[in-house]
């Protein structure tokens, strides 16, 4: 599922994100790893590729994930990758244009200059999500919201319940 969000959401969605279920199992990289693609972002004028992120990954990472099943042969290449997953879940990147037959990411101050990357709270940023969810969706079940959102239906639960006051 593709979900659609104004680039002022950006931050909202990613703050409410820390508390949905995530797919990617085994095989993450280390904060020391992250830090440095990061910066690496971070400091860099233009658009980076997976192949880009070779040179700050450790040989060590490299080793670790080699059995993983979706190193395949190229065990490296799949070390970018998951660095990319956890900067893009971070909000720290986004898509750009392909450099050739790979895909580009920037860091987020040069995909959106003007955005203001405000921090939110992580609970509240699920209510708004929520909320939105059922303006939109509406009426829904624990279940639908938790299905669209990623997350547990428990959780759904009590973000459904803070809102009981607004939809009497």
Excluded at 47 to 53: E, K, V
Excluded at 91 to 108: C, L, M, P, T
């Amino acid at each position: 599922t593709i979900h659609l969000y104004e680039a002022s959401d950006w931050p909202l969605i990613v703050s409410a994100r820390k508390l949905w279920s995530s797919g990617r199992r085994g095989g993450m990289p280390g904060e020391e790893v992250v830090a440095l693609a990061r910066e690496m972002f971070a400091n860099s004028d233009r658009a980076l590729t997976r192949s880009d992120l070779f040179d700050v990954i450790p040989q060590t990472y490299v080793d670790e994930i080699s059995d993983h099943p979706g190193a395949g042969n190229n065990p490296i290449r799949f070390a970018a990758t998951r660095l990319v997953w956890v900067l893009s879940e971070e909000g720290e990147i986004a898509f750009d244009a392909k450099v050739g037959n790979e895909q580009s990411y920037v860091h987020r101050s040069l995909s959106h200059p003007d955005l203001e990357w405000n921090e939110i709270d992580p609970e509240e940023a699920c209510k708004e999500a929520t909320r939105r969810y059922l303006s939109a969706f509406g009426p829904a079940t624990p279940r639908d919201v938790a299905h669209y959102l990623g997350s547990k239906v428990s959780d759904a639960k009590r973000w459904m319940k803070a809102m009981d006051d607004e939809f009497e």
